[in-house]
């Protein structure tokens, strides 16, 4: 299985329930894909380099899921066809990862010391 990280900016008005709500989409997509979702990072509201769709500020949110690639399309897809989302991008994190559960471990460890900060 390959690691996935898919970063996407949606507008800073959405409160925190419009953002569970696409982030359960998401999961549902990876659900039925057979994909493992490790974690999301929620990086808060930041200044944009460059204006979009007359929006200074956007919220920044890191997915990361493992899978063979097959999911890839069907999560843009669900970004894409949501009106919050200003931009996305998924790259490719690491091509093998071999150990699955190690990776699950340290990825649950990583959301257990972002949700202390």
Avoid: N, W
Avoid at 5 to 32: N, W
Avoid at 33 to 38: E, P, S, V, Y
């Amino acid at each position: 299985m390959r690691e996935y990280e898919t970063t996407f900016i949606v507008q800073p008005e959405i409160s925190d329930e419009g953002v569970q709500a696409l982030c359960e989409r998401l999961d549902a997509t990876l659900a039925k894909q057979g994909a493992i979702r490790l974690l999301y990072d929620d990086q808060g509201r930041r200044r944009m380099a460059y204006e979009i769709r007359h929006f200074q500020k956007g919220r920044y949110i890191l997915l990361m899921y493992l899978d063979k690639g097959t999911v890839v399309p069907e999560v843009e897809r669900v970004l894409r066809l949501d009106d919050s989302v200003l931009r996305f991008l998924t790259v490719q994190a690491k091509d093998e990862v071999v150990d699955i559960e190690a990776r699950k471990a340290e990825a649950a460890e990583l959301e257990r010391l972002r949700e202390q900060r």
